[in-house]
C-alpha cells in the first residue's frame, strides 16, 4: 500500500514537473506575441517577438508523424487490412485506426495518433508480417494497440522532448567541421603550422561556455524528470500487459515479444529473397523455418493444418475468430505488390 501511494506521488510530482517545462515553452511564444503586440511601431519589437515565438516553435512538442518509409494504404484496395485492424482494435478497446500504413526495413508494428487532430495510425513492418501465421498476426497488432501511452504519459515524453532539444542546442553546440577543416587546410597551403585564432572561433569558444552554463539547469531538470517517469515503468507494463490479455494469454504475449526481439525468422527469408523466390515461397519458407515463427506441431504447410495440430489457447481461438487463414490469405493478396517491393530489400534488414 505504501509502494503504492509512494509510485503515485512520484508520478504526480513527474506530471507537475512536466508541465512546468510545457509552461515555459508556452511562455516564449506569449511572451513573443505580446512583445510584438505592445511594441507593434517598433522594428526591433518586432525581431525579438519573432524570436521569442521561434524559440518556443522549436521546443515545442512533437506531436509524432508518419515516418518518411511509411506508405499508406488505400482502404479501397485494401479492405481486408482494415477490417482486422479495426476488428482487433475493437477487442482490444483503442480508437479504430483511420489509417493503416507499411513500411518495408521495419520488422516492428506500431500505433500512434499523429498530428494535431490526433489521427490513430498503425504502422505495419512487412518482413514480421509476411512471416507470422494469421494468429500471430493478431498478437503482433494485440501488442501495437496495447503500448498506445496515456495521457500522462504522453505529456511526460513531450516534456523530456522539449529538454533534449534544450540540451542539444545548448551544449550540443559545436563549430562548423567544414570551416574548421577548411581552416587547417588553408593553414597548411599557406606553410604554417598554425595560424591566429579568428573572430568566428573566439565567439564560438564564448558561446559554449554560455551554454555549458545554461545548460546546467536544464541537464538537471532532464535527470530529475526521468528519475520521477522510471518510477511509473513497472505500472506501465502492468497496464500494457493487461490491454494485451484481452485478447492473448501472458505466454503468448511473451512469444510474440521473443520473437521481435530475436528476428530469428530474417535469416531464412533473406537468404530465400537472394534466391529469387516468390513471395509465396519466402511465406512458407519463413512459417516452417526450424527456429523461426513456426506454428504446426507437424510442420506441414500453413494451408493444410487443421485446429487438432495447432495448441491454441482459449484466447487464441478468439484469435482465430479475429483472422482465419482464409482472411489472412486474402490480406496477403492485397498486400502482394508491396512484398513484390520490399523483398528486393531485405538483405538491408538488420
Not at 494504404?73 to 482494435?89: I, K, N
Request: hydrophobic fraction near 45%.
Amino acid at each position: 500500500m505504501k509502494r503504492s501511494v509512494k509510485r503515485s506521488a512520484t508520478w504526480l510530482a513527474a506530471l507537475v514537473l512536466a508541465l512546468v517545462v510545457h509552461t515555459l515553452t508556452l511562455a516564449f511564444v506569449v511572451l513573443g506575441g505580446w512583445t510584438i503586440v505592445v511594441n507593434a511601431q517598433l522594428a526591433p519589437a518586432w525581431a525579438l517577438g519573432a524570436l521569442l515565438i521561434a524559440i518556443g516553435w522549436m521546443l515545442r512538442p512533437r506531436l509524432g508523424r508518419l515516418p518518411a518509409d511509411a506508405e499508406v494504404l488505400d482502404p479501397s484496395s485494401a479492405r481486408q487490412v482494415y477490417g482486422m485492424a479495426e476488428r482487433v482494435a475493437d477487442r482490444i478497446g483503442v480508437k479504430r485506426p483511420q489509417k493503416v500504413a507499411v513500411r518495408d526495413l521495419v520488422l516492428g508494428t506500431t500505433y500512434a495518433r499523429t498530428g494535431l487532430l490526433r489521427v490513430p495510425v498503425l504502422v505495419i513492418g512487412l518482413p514480421s508480417w509476411l512471416a507470422m501465421s494469421p494468429r500471430q498476426r493478431v498478437a503482433l497488432l494485440v501488442r501495437a494497440y496495447a503500448e498506445l501511452p496515456t495521457g500522462g504519459e504522453l505529456i511526460v515524453d513531450g516534456a523530456l522532448s522539449t529538454l533534449g532539444e534544450w540540451r542539444e542546442a545548448l551544449i550540443g553546440a559545436a563549430p562548423l567541421r567544414a570551416r574548421e577543416a577548411a581552416h587547417t587546410q588553408m593553414a597548411s597551403s599557406l606553410g604554417v603550422l598554425d595560424t591566429s585564432s579568428t573572430g568566428y572561433e573566439a565567439v564560438s569558444f564564448l558561446g559554449r561556455i554560455v551554454g555549458r552554463v545554461l545548460g546546467g539547469p536544464v541537464l538537471l531538470t532532464e535527470y530529475c524528470l526521468k528519475r520521477l517517469a522510471r518510477s511509473d515503468d513497472a505500472r506501465r507494463q502492468e497496464r500494457r500487459q493487461a490491454r494485451a490479455m484481452r485478447v492473448l494469454t501472458a505466454e503468448e504475449l511473451a512469444e510474440i515479444d521473443g520473437l521481435l526481439a530475436g528476428g530469428r525468422y530474417v535469416a531464412p527469408m533473406q537468404a530465400a529473397a537472394l534466391r529469387g523466390e516468390s513471395v509465396a515461397s519466402i511465406r512458407q519458407t519463413a512459417l516452417l523455418a526450424p527456429d523461426g515463427v513456426r506454428t504446426a506441431a507437424s510442420g506441414s504447410p500453413l494451408s493444410t493444418l487443421k485446429p487438432s495440430d495447432l495448441k491454441l489457447s482459449g484466447s487464441a481461438l478468439s484469435g482465430s475468430e479475429l483472422l482465419g487463414s482464409a482472411e489472412s490469405d486474402r490480406i496477403d493478396d492485397e498486400l502482394l505488390r508491396h512484398y513484390t517491393r520490399a523483398i528486393r530489400s531485405f538483405g538491408l534488414v538488420i
